[in-house]
């Protein structure tokens, strides 16, 4: 009986990974179905995803590691929502340090001025108030909805999934306690620079901007490092497109700024010979050839012309055969189909759009091993 049940879990494993075919599913990540057109447009993802810091994205791509092909392992599903409990725990903590801090800065004599109006700087740390205790409510609901899945099978994922169909409704949901600290440490923050710039000596003011400019500075730098070194996780997608399509933009206009460069150069350099072969005779009077002097002119010898120093031979035409790929034919006549199966879809594994950069590595080095093998 269990023999069975394990020989049942093996084929069942070969028929959905399409064991034995050119398509088959090589990595738990790797989808084997073409994407419908238009599945990742969406207009409230692209509006609330940047309002969101990208964090939605991050969810989204997420979810859809754990949801392949609609197919889930309990093993994914049990880290990913550890990891987001976790998170959301600890977003509720900060948040509630973040209240206490509020409302500590609303009692200090000097920011209350007095009367019925209140000053900026209260309404920035009343805001701030209301997003702190905002995150730790939705962060305390989703903690308590959560806690009891950690421990829980591929069925739960896969009745999670069936049940939400509209995956960046949740991966939004589940940004929430993030976004809204995020913008309450913020606005606390305006609050806290407006009490310190407003109605301070200009000495104080000075050391205090300072500070403030240092500590912004060093706060951006840290972001732009964390979006160049890890932006799979830090910005959504579509960064990634952009970095790549400036950098292909900018290495483009070097080259063509270079050509431009060396053509004028050379366009020069071929008028200034033209103007010195023109330059036949010299002196006032060129209709009549002669000079002042009455002796005529002679025109100017032109210059020797230098032997190039190397020197271009054809070694190979375009309708010979290149030896290195005559030699590759005939080593892949000598190996075994099965291992040329093998390296294609090691090639087709590190080529795959979805692939991440450690699997492609790996299946890089085993398609080399395999060639390096059966050479």
């Known amino acids: ?24 599913r090589l990595t738990r990540y790797q989808s084997i179905y073409d994407k419908p057109s238009g599945q990742d447009s969406s207009w409230l993802m692209s509006i609330l995803s940047p309002i969101l810091f990208c964090v939605p994205e991050v969810h989204l791509q997420s979810f859809g590691k754990i949801w392949v092909d609609e ?35 609303l009692g200090v004599p000097g920011v209350d001025p007095g009367g019925s109006s209140q000053s900026l700087t209260q309404v920035f740390s009343s805001i701030s108030l209301v997003l702190s205790v905002g995150s730790a409510i939705i962060g305390l609901i989703l903690v308590r909805q959560h806690r009891t899945k950690r421990i829980g099978t591929a069925d739960e994922a896969v009745g999670f999934f069936e049940n939400h169909k509209n995956l960046k409704t949740t991966a939004i949901i589940y940004s929430l306690p993030y976004a809204l600290l995020m913008y309450g440490m913020a606005f606390f923050l305006l609050a806290f620079m407006l009490s310190c710039f407003v109605r301070t000596s200009m000495t104080t003011r000075v050391m205090l901007g300072i500070f403030w400019a240092l500590a912004s500075m060093l706060v951006v730098w840290c972001l732009i490092w964390q979006a160049y070194e890890d932006s799979t996780t830090f910005l959504p997608p579509w960064f ?21 460069r060396h053509g004028s150069e050379y366009e020069s350099s071929d008028f200034s010979e033209s103007d010195s072969d ?30 190039p120093s190397t020197k271009a031979e ?16 005939k080593r892949l006549e000598k190996i075994d189909s099965a291992v040329i199966g093998r390296i294609k879809k090691a090639l087709a594994l590190a080529s795959h759009a979805q692939t991440g950069e450690d699997e492609a590595r790996a299946a890089l080095r085993m398609a080399s091993k395999l060639l390096e093998r059966h050479k």
């Open 1 to 24: 009986m269990a023999v069975g049940k394990i020989m049942y879990q093996f084929s069942n494993e070969r028929f959905l990974n399409f064991h034995g075919q050119e398509a088959a």
């Open 71 to 105: 197919i889930a392992a309990k093993e994914p599903w049990v880290k990913f929502i550890g990891k987001l409990t976790s998170e959301w725990s600890e977003h509720t903590a900060f948040a509630t340090i973040l209240l206490n801090a509020n409302v500590a800065f």
């Open 240 to 260: 990634d497109r952009m970095k790549s399509k400036w950098q292909t933009e900018l290495r483009q206009s070097l080259i063509m700024g270079k050509r431009h």
């Open 278 to 307: 023109s330059d036949e005779y010299t002196g006032p009077s060129k209709a009549s050839g002669k000079s002042p002097t009455g002796k005529k002119k002679t025109r100017k010898a032109n210059p020797k012309v230098k032997a």
């Open 314 to 329: 054809v070694t190979i035409r375009a309708t010979d055969t290149p030896l290195d790929k005559a030699d590759s034919k």
